[in-house]
């Protein structure tokens, strides 16, 4: 019960750090990286809940991660053409930009 | 100052989801984790997982490999304007470091993705993983160059992708002939239904994860180098 209250915490860090990233990061590589960790929060909670009955596993959550996993490629995949499709109608311009130290907020 | 506000806010949301996940009930009010051991004997798979995925939650598997393919038409409908076409790709043609380490590694994933959708049956495994390991092998084809790119679909990549959404729906409507529910499978029948669709379920998501790689409309396997 512990140690899937510990990993349900670690997965719920992780959404927060990755939220956050995401919506102060300005490189969409970045924030795609963002959405991916947000993901494996996600995955890291369904699995503590899975295991919340430490010897009996439940066997419904590890069947919804693997579903999620194969939908966060799609989406991963489908936002990276997109970035890119996004800097070659810049001609490299204006939407990939690097991150601005302190500026940016 | 606004990152300030957003870290403040984000601690708070952290703190509330602590607390809710601290705070599950130690009994089990779920009657799930039983029935799906309790029936696990007709439902065709030894494994709980495999049999969650492809015979309690059959339709939430069947929308997944949608979402597969919903991607990758995405991708093609992306890729499809023409100051992107006229990009010459990159990458090499058929190169000869990686080439002999084609006939060593190709069968060898090929094997193991036919071992995993085997074992899915009674252990870990199944069809998204085998599917995964022959993307992996579209990824390793397409790094040595074996796979060029083309400009355009040609059938073999539509009915590679197509085949395990198509089967699996098939296999869902067929099941109605007999029984009022979509993909609720005969008693008898489950473990050769759950075979054939896992089979193409295999081989459309590796074609499907390679193209997504690859993000052109259609690929060609070439044999020797070309200039």
């Known amino acids: 019960m512990i140690t899937a209250l510990l990993y349900g915490l670690t997965g719920m860090v992780l959404v927060c750090l990755s939220v956050f990233a995401l919506l102060h990061q300005a490189h969409l590589l970045r924030k795609i990286i963002a959405l991916n960790v947000l993901g494996s929060g996600v995955f890291m909670v369904l699995i503590a809940i899975a295991a919340r009955h430490a010897p009996a596993i439940d066997p419904l959550p590890h069947a919804l991660v693997l579903t999620g996993i194969v939908i966060a490629i799609s989406a991963t995949a489908l936002a990276l053409v997109l970035a890119r499709r996004i800097y070659r109608l810049t001609n490299g311009d204006t939407c990939l930009p690097e991150e601005q130290p302190s500026s940016r907020s | ?227």
């Open chain 2, 1 to 227: 100052m606004l990152r300030g506000f957003s870290v403040f806010l984000l601690a708070i949301w952290l703190l509330m989801l602590g607390l809710a996940i601290s705070s599950w009930p130690n009994s089990s009010p779920s009657p799930v984790p039983d029935l799906i051991a309790a029936n696990l004997a007709n439902s065709g798979v030894t494994h709980p997982v495999t049999a969650v995925l492809l015979n309690y939650r059959a339709y939430d598997t069947l929308l997944e490999i949608a979402v597969l393919l919903l991607a990758l038409v995405g991708v093609w409908a992306a890729f499809y304007c023409a100051p992107c076409a006229k990009v010459p790709h990159p990458f090499p043609t058929l190169s000869p470091l990686l080439a002999p380490l084609l006939p060593l590694s190709i069968p060898l994933l090929v094997l193991t993705a036919g071992y995993l959708l085997w074992a899915g049956a009674h252990t870990s495994g199944g069809a998204f993983q085998a599917g995964a390991l022959l993307g992996g092998a579209g990824v390793l084809l397409r790094l040595s160059g074996s796979v060029q790119v083309r400009q355009y679909t040609s059938w073999p990549v539509r009915m590679l992708s197509g085949i395990g959404l198509l089967v699996f729906a098939g296999v869902g409507v067929a099941v109605m002939l007999v029984q009022p529910t979509l993909l609720t499978y005969p008693p008898g029948l489950a473990k050769t239904l759950i075979l054939l669709i896992e089979g193409t379920l295999t081989v459309s998501i590796g074609m499907t994860l390679a193209l997504l790689f690859v993000a052109t409309p259609g690929i060609v396997f070439v044999r020797e180098p070309h200039v």
